[in-house]
């Protein structure tokens, strides 16, 4: 791949300090090696010892990796498990009174559950699930605020082994219809309102619009949990109040023992082609990887108090909110706003309080902290934090520097953590008490993953040479199927096309440098992520194109100060090509037309107006050059096989 080529140089580099190393779970670089040569030496064994020792089997497992169906892997599959059972009860004899989530509220109300309370809560919706007839292998959608009884939902699924399927709030009616379609939903979850920034988002509203159709005729029940108080329209034969619906419902609830490979949820992410893709988890394999990694790389200790911003819509809030911290009997904090309400402080107002020793959050929430008030930290008593964490794409080093020195006081390792929906836990990540830190790289992979560089032929690059990022061995967290779609799953993920279909194929580029560290460059296929959620550029265009004056539309990512990546859409209208009074109002039409067609993340930030698009003589878009135009680079580039190189000269500027 010899286009790719690394301008980063960084030469910063962070040891441990003794006194976090001497205490922490892998407290140094041998110990670190130590593990990955097990791992190594016998990697069946290896995950085998770590998932009898973590995870509390109902029946023990006797196989540990069946390939046979590679790449349809399963792991432990004749053990069984409930994954509600190791997060919930497994700590009731020990700690029923310990905190398990400190929650704030969008306007600072806080309500602390223990394991207790939180097992209590849990049991009581699934036995009123139960009572409704959704069982074992049922899938229902959860479209909630972020707050305790999101969690409670995902936990009651799984008690139950109801396989859930999280959908952000911020997405629209659109994108929620097509979920609960592709999953065969029979419930859904959701609040009458959401609050986020002092705003409300008519949650219900937006499920009902949803479930209009005649399509999503499964759907035979509606759980509304009562945020706001709203007046909502309610349908007597399917909704029902969250609290009405649970208020007799018994306090114990005996687990539905699953197989280790029953389906704990799907996700649905974006993809280079077609619909979102339902990714499609297992109940031990990602229970395991969830565990690993809060004691590898957030050297999880008892007192801490863990705080992971991610919403539960994303991977990063399933592995980081709803399962792993509760699965270590964790306390952690669950916050329901944004870090910018009612002021740039709010996420150090909350350190502060709540005595927050991990702080885990995205770049593009540093970046737009750093614009907003690079110094206020420093009116806060951050004293708590030991470890700083960092998902979701690449951290640039003046922003990881920012979020050492100021929110860590430079006494706390920062974790980079490289992984994605499909591996279900972190790949890539500094084991924080063993390796040293550069900024802006992800380290080394985790023991026990084999992640590696390579080019098309999948022989290894050397160091310092770009090439795709791919995991050799497969590792018991990782993607099982896409939901009802097994071969876009063997195309998307086992590519022949890199490494002859044997390796699992992430979709980025990285490199290694010198010493071996990581460094993720980016996609290597058709998806944006904007402000750290993945967005297809093709569903943007679909969305685009399905507008009644658009005839064409093509969609390319621009670098963005703060939200990391812009979306930019080049358009070329039905009809006539607009006059400069008319841009602003059709602009405007189709910002609000994508919003309402996949909700606010994916409105384009800029919209070009052409007559046309770039294309070869085969009609194919050259989005190369359209990425050159969108960061408004001279194009240097040979266009002699345009079709139509004078279109370039029109869709230059945003204003013409
Ligand atoms: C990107 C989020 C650089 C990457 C957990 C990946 C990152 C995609 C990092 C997955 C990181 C995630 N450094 N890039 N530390 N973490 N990415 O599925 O491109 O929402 O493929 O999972 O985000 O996004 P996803």
Request: net charge negative; hydrophobic share 40%.
């Amino acid at each position: 791949m010899p286009t790719i080529e690394s301008i980063l140089k960084e030469t910063r580099i962070f040891s441990p300090a003794k006194e976090f190393s001497s205490k922490a779970n892998i407290p140094s670089f041998e110990a670190y090696q130590a593990l990955c040569a097990e791992a190594e030496d016998d990697n069946l064994s290896f995950w085998a010892k770590r998932a009898q020792e973590q995870i509390a089997w109902h029946k023990p497992f006797t196989q540990v990796l069946n390939d046979r169906m590679a790449p349809f892997f399963q792991w432990f599959s004749d053990g069984e498990l409930n994954v509600s059972y190791n997060c919930l009860d497994r700590h009731l004899e020990t700690q029923a009174d310990k905190v398990a989530i400190i929650f704030e509220s969008d306007d600072g109300e806080i309500i602390r559950s223990t394991y207790h309370d939180l097992h209590q809560r849990v049991c009581k919706l699934a036995n009123a699930l139960k009572s409704q007839n959704i069982n074992k292998g049922d899938r229902v959608v959860i479209y909630m605020p972020m707050r305790i009884e999101a969690v409670v939902a995902m936990q009651a699924c799984a008690r139950i082994g109801a396989i859930h399927s999280v959908v952000f709030g911020g997405f629209s009616a659109k994108s929620l219809h097509e979920r609960i379609q592709d999953a065969g939903a029979v419930a859904v979850i959701t609040a009458d309102e959401q609050v986020r920034g002092g705003k409300r988002n008519p949650l219900k509203l937006i499920v009902d619009e949803a479930l209009s159709k005649a399509d999503t005729a499964f759907v035979r029940l509606v759980v509304v949990y009562q945020r706001t108080g709203a007046d909502i329209r309610f349908d007597p034969a399917r909704d029902v109040w969250w609290h009405e619906f649970t208020e007799n419902a018994g306090l114990q609830c005996e687990p539905e023992w699953v197989g280790a490979e029953h389906p704990l949820f799907t996700l649905y992410t974006s993809g280079s082609t077609g619909k979102p893709k339902g990714v499609q988890h297992s109940s031990a394999g990602y229970l395991l990887g969830t565990k690993e990694s809060m004691q590898w790389i957030f050297d999880y200790k008892p007192a801490d108090v863990f705080w992971c911003t991610a919403d539960v819509g994303w991977i990063t809030g399933h592995s980081y909110v709803a399962y792993g911290p509760l699965a270590m009997g964790a306390t952690q904090v669950i916050f329901e706003g944004i870090p910018t309400y009612p002021n740039a402080g709010r996420f150090w107002e909350i350190i502060q309080k709540h005595k927050v020793t991990t702080f885990y959050t995205a770049p593009t929430a540093i970046r737009s902290l750093i614009k907003l008030g690079a110094d206020l930290p420093e009116q806060y008593e951050l004293s708590s934090l030991r470890l700083l964490g960092s998902v979701g794409e690449p951290i640039n080093p003046e922003a990881w520097m920012w979020f050492y020195e100021k929110v860590g006081r430079s006494r706390c390792p920062i974790v980079d953590t490289w992984w994605q929906t499909e591996t279900g836990s972190h790949m890539i990540a500094p084991a924080p008490g063993a390796i040293a830190l550069k900024p802006g790289s992800c380290t080394f992979p985790l023991p026990g993953i084999s992640a590696a560089i390579v080019d098309e032929a999948g022989h290894d690059v050397e160091n310092g040479k770009g090439g795709f990022l791919v995991i050799k061995k497969p590792f018991p967290s990782q993607i099982r199927t896409l939901w009802g779609d097994s071969e876009r799953f063997k195309e998307a993920y086992f590519s022949k096309d890199i490494g002859c279909g044997k390796y699992y194929v992430s979709g980025d580029s990285a490199y290694r440098d010198i010493e071996g560290y990581f460094w993720i460059m980016g996609r290597t296929d058709d998806v944006l992520n904007v402000s750290g959620h993945r967005l297809g550029t093709m569903e943007i265009e679909s969305a685009l194109v399905a507008h009644p004056s658009v005839a064409e539309a093509a969609v390319v990512g621009k670098p963005h100060e703060i939200k990391g990546e812009a979306v930019i859409a080049f358009v070329v209208l039905k009809g006539q090509y607009p006059h400069a009074e008319e841009i602003t109002q059709i602009t405007h039409t189709l910002r609000e037309w994508v919003a309402k067609e996949i909700g606010p993340i994916a409105k384009p930030d800029e919209i070009r107006f052409g007559e046309n698009l770039p294309k070869t003589r085969s009609g194919k878009i050259m989005r190369r050059l359209l990425r050159s135009l969108a960061k408004g680079e001279e194009i240097t580039q040979d266009v002699s096989t345009l079709e139509n190189p004078a279109i370039l000269e029109q869709l230059k500027y945003p204003e013409k």
